[in-house]
């Protein structure tokens, strides 16, 4: 990423939250070109519809990269360990600054700018972590965050007077008040609550990462899908899914036919599809039958038809709906 006689261009990593949109205008404001990149991974809760709203309102081309096997390995065995609950976010961010640098390599960018806020973020946004981050990343000096910069060491990008480091800012901490009042100053509205755009920060969702883990061992795009849909049971070491609406049983039906997984669904009434992870005997299935009842419109009291199907095998058990005591006994 060297310069030359043109104008200076940085490449902007956006997730569309607001800081990383004032970082954006900070930078467009110092009459530099811009790029950014917006990074999608299975667990992110983004819109992408925000992040075109604001390509299109900045004037400037958003690269998209998704992040998939490489992130699903990270999170099953992370270096630098997790934060809060199942989010490597040392390790992804170590993985996006890589990723970033061989972008700008790509596109002729001089440097690396993101929206971080010193000590935002007690896991990845201590000051040491940035450094371990650019070091591991090949960026050492080459990040500039112009909402913190004053309160950092001098990155190359201020050295060589491609900004002007009295126009950036030195914000720290949690509170948010400066960015708000930049944000009006800006002229940027609707911008999202900063509550996170990461599910394995979510005290449930990391609970069954974590159990998916503890039994596999690792992560595939299929997991990671799963893990995302329905009510996650375990029964005798087997994981059972069941659907919690309509959009839910289209999707796992879906799945269950596409990889021939083992479901089931209750003959005469509505009710879930239910889909057996893995290799189930006549007792997880039997076990699964009866959640899928309790969870349909049928008879809790008397046992009732259950469709089981399996490729081209096919199956039907009478079951009673199982216990609500009993399933809690099985939830994960």
């Not at 917006?38 to 992110?44: E, G, I, L």
Request: proline share 4%; with cysteine.
């Amino acid at each position: 990423m060297e310069s030359d006689k043109r104008k200076p261009k940085a490449l902007v990593l956006l997730s569309g939250g607001l800081d990383s949109l004032l970082a954006t205008k900070i930078i467009l404001d110092q009459d530099i070109d811009v790029e950014a990149v917006h990074f999608v991974t299975p667990f992110c809760r983004c819109s992408c519809g925000s992040i075109s709203k604001f390509s299109k309102e900045f004037g400037i081309k958003v690269h998209g990269i998704f992040l998939g096997q490489e992130f699903l390995d990270i999170i099953a065995n992370p270096r630098y360990g997790y934060g809060s609950q199942m989010n490597p976010c040392v390790d992804c961010r170590i993985l996006m600054f890589r990723k970033a640098k061989e972008l700008a390599e790509e596109i002729g960018a001089d440097f690396i700018v993101t929206g971080e806020v010193l000590d935002e973020r007690p896991f990845s946004q201590r000051l040491r972590a940035m450094q371990l981050i650019e070091e591991e990343a090949g960026l050492k000096g080459k990040v500039l965050r112009p909402l913190s910069a004053k309160l950092l060491y001098l990155t190359e990008a201020e050295k060589k007077s491609w900004v002007n480091r009295e126009r950036l800012f030195a914000i720290r901490g949690r509170r948010r008040t400066q960015q708000i009042e930049l944000a009006a100053k800006y002229g940027i509205k609707d911008y999202p609550n900063p509550s996170g755009g990461c599910l394995l920060t979510d005290p449930a969702f990391a609970h069954k990462v974590r159990d998916h883990l503890k039994h596999e061992g690792k992560l595939t795009i299929k997991d990671a899908i799963l893990l995302m849909i329905g009510r996650h049971f375990r029964i005798n070491g087997v994981k059972v899914i069941v659907g919690r609406n309509k959009n839910e049983n289209d999707r796992l039906l879906t799945i269950a036919e596409q990889y021939q997984m083992p479901h089931l669904t209750v003959k005469d009434y509505k009710g879930p599809i239910t889909l057996i992870v893995g290799e189930g005997d006549p007792g997880i299935i039997e076990k699964a039958a009866a959640i899928t009842v309790r969870y349909s419109d049928a008879p809790k009291s008397t046992p009732v038809s259950v469709l089981y199907k399996h490729a081209e095998e096919r199956g039907e058990i009478a079951v009673a709906s199982m216990g609500d005591e009993q399933i809690k006994h099985f939830r994960i």
